[in-house]
Each structure stands twice: as C-alpha cells, then as structure tokens.
C-alpha cells in the first residue's frame, strides 16, 4: 500500500474487502460508515463511489484460458463482489473486449487509406479556444478483413470460451468473432490502425477485438492487408465481470437499498469511456455534498445526456452493455454539443462544482448569445426588402428577421453579416453558434412544448415510501414492479412497463395528491387537473 498526499486529497492503493455499514434499523435503510481495506483497517466515510469497472468478479480470456484479472496482469476484485451480494444486490454477468497491440515497426502502411485529423480541430471543452496540438497531429490508417481472415476466425471458433451466449458482450462494438458470425454475408470489415501516443511504438487495431488464442490472433492478423509482417505485442482478450443492477439505483447514482453508497460506471451495466466519465461526474458530485449534508443533483431527460443515461439505466435496467446515443434522446435537437455550457454550467456552479474562471466565462458567454439574437431579431423587413439584398423569401408581406432566415437552406451567419450592423463584432466561436440557433430555431419551439409537458409530470413526486398495496385498481404485476422501482416522480412511473396499463397514470396522480399532499408538499387533485388543463407556452428557448 502507498499513498500520494495532496491537498485536502489523499490517494491510498489498497485491495477493498468490503463495505462497513451502520446496524440495521426496522424504520431507515443501513448508511455507510466505513471502508474494509486488505490490511483490516476500516477507513470511516460517509459516502463511497464504487466505480469497479470490470474488475468486479473479472475474468479475463484468451482462447480457452481463464484467469481472475479484471485487466491483463491486474487481479480482479472478488471480495467486494461477495460483499454486494451480501448486501442484497442482484448481481449479473457483461463482457467486453479489447483489441492485441501491435509494433508499429512491423506495420506496411504504404497503400493504405490515410485518415488525417480535423483541421481545424475542435476543442472538447468552452475554456479552450485552438487545440495545443493541431499542428502535430498524427494519422490513423484504414485496413480491412478479408475472406482469409474470416475462414481463420471461423476454423477457430471452438478455441474461445468467450463467445458463449450466455452472457452478453456490446452490441455495438462487436468482436470480430462476432461479426464474423452475425454478418456472414460481409466479405470484408474495416479495421482503423491508430496510434497509442507520441512517445508509444503500440499500434491499437480498432474493430478487431479479438479472444482467440495468442498464436491464432497473429494468424489472423498477418492475413490482414498490411499486416503481413506484424509484432504482436500484446494478444487481445476479453473480460467477463460483474454489474449491479441499475433499478437499484436512485437518479443521484446513490443505492436504494444503502444510504452514501453510489455506483459508477461498469458496474452499473454501461460500456464507453465517456458513459462511465458521466457516471463518475454525477456520483462524484452527489457523494460530496451527501457527505456535507447538502442537497443532491439530479439531471432530466430534458437537462442533458447524462440525464437520459441515468434515467434509462434506473428506468429499464439491462440486459446487455449500455451504450449512449443521442437517438436515446426524446430532446436531442436542444441537447446539443454547442449549448452544453448554457444548459447545465448554471446547476454545476449552484452544486458548487464550477470555478469562478468558468463561470466568468460562461457569463460572458451566454451575454454574447443574448446580445448577438437580440441583434439578428431586432433586424426585421419585409420580404421585398430580403429578396433585393439577394434572398429567396417568399412575397407574402410578413416581415421577417435576419434570425429567421438563418433557418433557411443556403442562409448562415456570414451571409446576413451585411445586413445587421454591429454582428461583426461578435468571435467567430459566437457567430457560429448564432447560426446554429437560428437553423434549429423551430425545432426547438417544438420541442419546448414536448419538454414543458415532460416537465409537468417531472414535478409531481411520488412518495418513494408510498405502500402500492393500497392503490385499488392495480394488478399484482403493476404494483410488484412499481414496488421494485421506487419512481420518485409520475414521469418515472410513467416510464416504467407499467405504462400499458391505462388505469395506472391516473392512480398514481390520486397517490400524489392523496399521499403527499398530507405531507405538506405534495400536489392536490385541483392542481394536479390544473396543470392538465393548462396548455404550455409555446416559446422559443431564448439564449
């Protein structure tokens, strides 16, 4: 064991035995209160985030062989496993994959299809304007299977414990057995040959994740168009590892069933870097301020991706690795990579977790789009007007803005640059975010009306206490998997396969009037036909 002291942190590298919890008591759920670490030593906390990734339970494999690790040459963390299920967690089995490595010395890639990167490149966060190293990126290069490689995979299939059915594997990043026995009509798969880094000689062969055995990998991948004369320097290999399920969890990341304890990542049933890097983000922050008695974050399907992962995974739970698209999103044409700052910087600065740099920034920021829109909708003429300064409109005699013409074919910021005095000034960065606001302008008028009737049913909790035996009107399915869930809102219900049951959105309004307006903050009946009634403004959502 050794630690890295830095300030207000400390790193401690240890195995985790188990999690220490407060004695059970008939009227709360158990609280954490400590963390039993390999040398006996319990390290007292208020909250843990569990981020395992597949190293609950891992096992990985090449060919036939099966060992306890949850990455090559790491051990797998089997203990907490048992700990968990001690707990009363329902535990499953996922698993993934990995591509070997390759020498780059040993690689040909002389006619090989060259992929250069962006240029300009674009950043992936609002504090940076120009990437460090667009000038010194380096190039990936495309290769493909061919009808040899498929019959080495196909006469080796019996050679891998790793492509049983039993467990799932991601849907949408396959193994290459996978494809090879799924899509047996394709003559050919491509595969990206990318570079580790600057100072790496290791080539990552991207869409060839592989479990067969070692010497069978490098049959197959000297089959391959460039490849011929290939190091291998590491064998593929894949990895089976436990997860929770995710309806365990509320929409904080935080356990129904253990109060400060949250899951991240893996272990909640999801695949991807950047699944994970969310997960971590939002039970990293609820962790923190549980831990100083403050309230939580939770994000909507309306607030952002995150808020549509979260909700998927304690909605539906399982069943094969989660992966994040953005057409899992009921929203996505307002949930855009642009807006992201504008949509959730001001709940990160009120959870406390942005700097003051970032917030004079974004203040900044959202000033400009204010003032740029303010601009482009104060410039209105009729449509003779438009059509002289050489733009399609049609000669109907409405007045329109030069915001509005952004939406049109053909029309972007640069050319109504001329017509609205004093948009020139305004960055590059800004214009080009006015132009995209101006293109999804209706859309997003649209959807403010989907999101306003969301958000309705978002605002009436449910008493996650509330005793579903005495609802009438419900089949014993209904309330088995409503007790199950816990929805804290009638959208989260609403959401649950209980939806086919008509009878059920109405029970659980009369449950948030009824039930929680005994508490003093529920939602009476009246308001509750109020809020039906009452048709939501349809607005554009101004930035």
């Known amino acids: 064991m050794f630690s890295i002291d830095q300030k207000d942190l400390l790193f401690i590298t240890c195995d985790v035995k188990d999690v220490v919890l407060s004695p059970p008591s008939p009227s709360s759920h158990p609280h954490v209160t400590g963390l039993r670490i390999d040398l006996g030593e319990v390290i007292p906390c208020k909250t843990i985030v569990v981020a395992t990734g597949t190293f609950l339970g891992g096992e990985a494999h090449i060919g036939l ?46 006619g090989l299809a060259e992929q250069v990167g962006d240029k300009p490149a674009s950043p992936f966060g609002f504090l940076t304007d120009r990437v460090a190293n667009e000038d010194n990126q380096v190039s990936c290069f495309q290769t493909e299977t061919n009808a040899g490689t498929h019959a080495i995979v196909q006469a080796n299939l019996h050679k891998s414990i790793h492509i049983r059915e039993t467990v799932k594997g991601p849907r949408y990043c396959p193994s290459i057995e996978s494809k090879i026995i799924r899509f047996s009509d394709k003559l050919s798969h491509t595969i990206w040959l990318e570079p580790e880094g600057y100072d790496s000689n290791l ?4 869409g060839l994740s592989v479990t067969l055995p070692a010497e069978t990998q490098l049959e197959m991948l000297r ?27 509320k929409h904080t990341l935080e356990t129904k069933r253990i109060g400060g304890l949250f899951l991240a990542g893996q272990i909640n049933g999801t695949t991807g870097y950047e699944e994970a890097a969310a997960q971590g983000v939002l039970a990293g922050i609820n962790a923190g301020r549980l ?15 995150i808020g549509v992962l979260v909700d998927d995974l304690v909605t539906k739970g399982v069943n094969e690795p989660y992966r994040m698209f953005t057409s899992r999103s009921e929203y996505r044409v307002s949930l855009r990579a642009d807006n992201a700052d504008l949509r959730l910087t001001p709940k990160g600065r009120a959870m406390g977790v942005v700097s003051d740099a970032r917030w004079e920034v974004f203040c900044r920021t959202k000033s400009d789009m ?19 300064v050489g733009f399609e409109v049609r ?38 975010r006015l132009e995209i606001e101006g293109l999804y302008k209706q859309h997003i008028i649209r959807q403010t009306h989907e999101v306003a009737l969301f958000l309705r049913d978002e605002n009436l909790l449910i008493d996650p206490d ?34 086919s049951h008509p009878s059920v959105p109405l029970k659980l309004d009369e449950a948030c009037a009824d039930q929680r307006g005994k508490a003093g903050f529920g939602w009476s009946g009246a ?13 554009t959502i101004q930035r």
């Open 395 to 432: 000669r109907d005699g409405h007045r329109r803005s030069a915001f509005d013409l952004l939406h049109y074919k053909g029309i972007g910021v640069k050319e109504v640059l001329a017509q609205v005095p004093g948009l020139e000034d305004f960055s590059p960065r800004i214009l080009e």
């Open 370 to 388: 204010e003032s740029g829109i303010a601009l482009l909708e104060g410039t209105t003429k009729p449509p003779e007007h438009w059509n002289l």
């Open 291 to 305: 831990a100083i008695g403050k309230e939580q974050l939770t994000l909507s399907r309306a607030d952002g991706f």
């Open 223 to 249: 089959s391959i168009r460039g490849l011929e004369n290939v190091e291998m320097v590491q064998p593929g290999y894949g990895v089976e590892y436990d997860h929770v399920d995710p309806r365990e969890l």
């Open 527 to 539: 308001m509750i036909q109020q809020l039906r009634n009452t048709k939501p403004p349809i607005t």
């Open 65 to 110: 062989e099966t060992t306890p690790f949850g990455r090559l040459g790491e051990p797998a963390s089997h203990s907490l496993s048992a700990s968990l299920r001690e707990a009363g967690f329902v535990l499953a089995r996922l698993k993934t994959g990995t591509p070997p490595r390759l020498d780059v010395r040993s690689i040909s890639f002389e």
């Open 203 to 206: 080539i990552y062969p991207n």
């Open 466 to 499: 509330l005793d579903y035996a005495l609802l009438p009107g419900m089949s014993s399915e209904v309330r088995q998997t409503l007790t199950r869930a816990r929805p804290t809102t009638l959208g989260h219900a609403k959401r649950l396969e209980v939806r």
